[in-house]
């Protein structure tokens, strides 16, 4: 039961151009939608979160979208650094807290 | 360091060997997540605690799977007689209560990787 679809499993963007990563989800329910970035041999790490209420929440060269009615969300990074060639991935949270996680995009940031 | 701690971070084992792994959150953290993630997968729900009580348990865990949060800070995850299937990367992450986070973010470590021969 995939509830948070990636279906790009890799990006590949020149530095300084924009990166779009995108997610669907099939929950109506879920009440947060989270982004975290996950390197080699290491935990995912937080980057930026959205609710269910918003449509757009901004921090720093990061943007997530949310289009509820389409059950989409994506996001910006704005300009692109090879720093941030590494896995994303989407998240969804339900109301006990619990995580479902796409499958990743593999994020190629080349100078 | 006051992130969540895994350890071991690496582990090789036979099949047939039973092994564990041991979390520390966050210390405020009241909420415990278990994750499994595979090659070219997302992290897979394992199971989670509330403090000591442990309320969620994914199919995914077999009866093979145990875990425990005994004081409600600490928590072990033990897999017997271990099958090659059973080669992850096991994440553990720690929040607070849902109702406290206006994010809904887990904090994660930085995992347990298994290999089973």
């Known amino acids: 039961d995939q509830q948070v679809k990636q279906n790009s499993p890799s990006l590949s963007v020149q530095e300084g151009r924009i990166s779009i990563l995108n997610c669907d989800y099939t929950?109506?329910?879920?009440?947060?939608f989270l982004w975290y970035k996950k390197y080699p041999a290491e935990g995912p790490t937080f980057l930026i979160s959205i609710s269910s209420i918003k449509d757009k929440n901004e921090d720093g060269r990061f943007t997530v979208f949310l289009n509820k009615s389409a059950k989409h969300l994506s996001l910006h990074i704005v300009p692109s650094q090879p720093g941030d060639s590494a896995v994303y991935f989407c998240a969804a949270c339900s109301t006990l807290g619990r995580l479902y996680f796409g499958r990743g995009t593999q994020l190629t940031v080349w100078p | 360091d006051t992130g969540v701690s895994q350890n071991p971070r690496h582990k090789i084992t036979k099949r047939g060997q039973n092994v564990t792994f041991r979390c520390d959150p966050i210390?405020?953290?009241?909420?415990l997540y278990w994750y499994r993630q595979t090659l070219g997968q997302g992290p897979e729900f394992l199971t989670y605690f509330q403090n000591e009580a442990q309320l969620e348990k994914s199919r995914l865990l077999s009866d093979r799977f145990s875990a425990e949060r005994p004081k409600g800070s600490f928590s072990t995850l033990e897999i017997q007689r271990t099958e090659q299937g059973d080669s992850a990367m096991y994440l553990c992450a720690s929040s607070l209560d849902p109702g406290r986070s206006n994010t809904g973010e887990l904090f994660f470590g930085e995992g347990s990787r298994l290999t089973v021969l």
């Open positions: 929950n109506s329910m879920f009440d947060y």
């Open positions: 210390s405020e953290h009241n909420r």
